[in-house]
């Protein structure tokens, strides 16, 4: 069931009309939309979207080594596509029916955060917006040499965890294809997380702010909680020889995630889902812990629907500062901040990304 019905997306599309050309649209029935329909959704989720924008430097043949580089912008790119994307270089030059195989870089979206998808690709001026058949998200797909080459030189030097071994690859591919083109290939970014918004891209796809209610004590028992869980992939618990062969993964992902739970008085726990999936777990257990992540993100803020939760989880964790969180007036107050988070929420409101600009800076 699609989300989009009830966005607030005429915001959104006031942020975005100044800097807007719009190529076309395809909604899931077929139809073309122009922009003044757009500024109305109601009843339809959009398939494919692509969009040229204007932007102020544009990336061409004699400005490919002189991309802008800003460092709050960079991280939070690299945050989001190491928690949520993917970097796919072909391993073959052709295809089985002789087509040139070319790279390309998707960043994954839930449905409901379309607007901040629009915007990033905005931001890019480049990549295909599609919501593909079967999953109930909007990947943006960036597969032009001007938009790969601008993406990896962003998250060049910012990349924390190991799909900085498939940025490698990508520049690689990029420097043998491209005349005249030399990108250097960075490490692996060790700057504090505090001083870049990598955290904040990364925790966009990753992470989820938790107000539990244990209603069966005498005296109700309230948390109020941040989780962080990396799920790892092809890792059901079958036999041991499976668990062996993802020990390096598994190794690998434990080291990024160290200085994150550091940052939150916190410990990385491995952990099994539900469906009987490998994953390694964050969670705030103190309120110190939940302090330290309250000013990271307040210097360093979301822009997905998770913002909104913050807010809300943010109001929360006041009364909690206060001592306040189990007076009877405040738990019911608590109760109803509660049923509108999350997977709850039917109203959305996107005025916080009229300051995504703010990362350029």
Not at 28 to 40: E, I, M, P, R, T
Not at 129 to 145: A, E, F, H, P, W
Not at 187 to 213: H, K, M
Not at 233 to 255: A, F, P, V
């Amino acid at each position: 069931k699609s989300l989009l019905p009830a966005l607030n997306l005429a915001i959104c599309w006031e942020i975005l009309k100044p800097n807007l050309k719009l190529e076309f649209l395809i909604s899931s029935a077929g139809n073309l939309f122009d922009y003044n329909q757009l500024g109305h959704l109601r009843g339809y989720t959009p398939e494919f979207i692509c969009y040229k924008f204007i932007i102020g430097s544009t990336v061409n043949n004699t400005s490919f080594n002189q991309i802008k580089i800003t460092k709050n912008l960079d991280s939070y790119l690299a945050g989001l596509i190491e928690g949520g994307g993917n970097i796919i270089v072909p391993t073959k030059e052709r295809s089985d029916k002789y087509k040139k195989n070319y790279p390309s870089i998707q960043i994954v979206f839930q449905l409901k955060d379309f607007p901040l998808a629009l915007m990033v690709q905005k931001e890019l001026g480049s990549g295909n917006l599609q919501r593909k058949k079967g999953i109930n998200n909007y990947v943006l797909t960036i597969n032009t040499s001007e938009g790969l080459i601008l993406v990896a030189q962003k998250i060049n030097g910012n990349m924390k965890t190991s799909k900085i071994h498939d940025l490698d690859l990508l520049i690689e591919w990029l420097n043998k294809n491209i005349t005249d083109l030399k990108i250097k290939n960075y490490p692996l970014n060790n700057d504090s997380l505090t001083t870049n918004a990598w955290l904040s891209g990364y925790i966009e796809t990753n992470g989820q702010f938790l107000v539990r209610i244990n209603s069966k004590a005498q005296q109700p028992k309230l948390e109020c909680k941040f989780e962080l869980i990396q799920q790892i992939q092809n890792t059901k618990y079958k036999n041991n020889n499976r668990k062996k062969k993802n020990k390096k993964k598994l190794l690998n992902i434990y080291h990024f995630l160290e200085p994150i739970a550091e940052l939150l008085d916190s410990k990385v726990k491995f952990t099994k889902s539900i469906d009987n999936h490998y994953q390694w777990t964050i969670r705030t257990t103190t309120l110190k812990g939940n302090l330290y992540l309250e000013k990271y993100l307040d210097n360093y803020k979301l822009f997905s629907s998770k913002y909104l939760d913050y807010k809300d989880w943010q109001q929360i964790l006041d009364l909690f500062k206060k001592g306040e969180n189990k007076k009877i007036k405040n738990i019911n107050q608590i109760i109803s901040i509660r049923e509108g988070m999350k997977e709850r929420r039917t109203i959305f409101t996107w005025n916080h990304l009229k300051n995504f600009s703010d990362l350029d800076k």
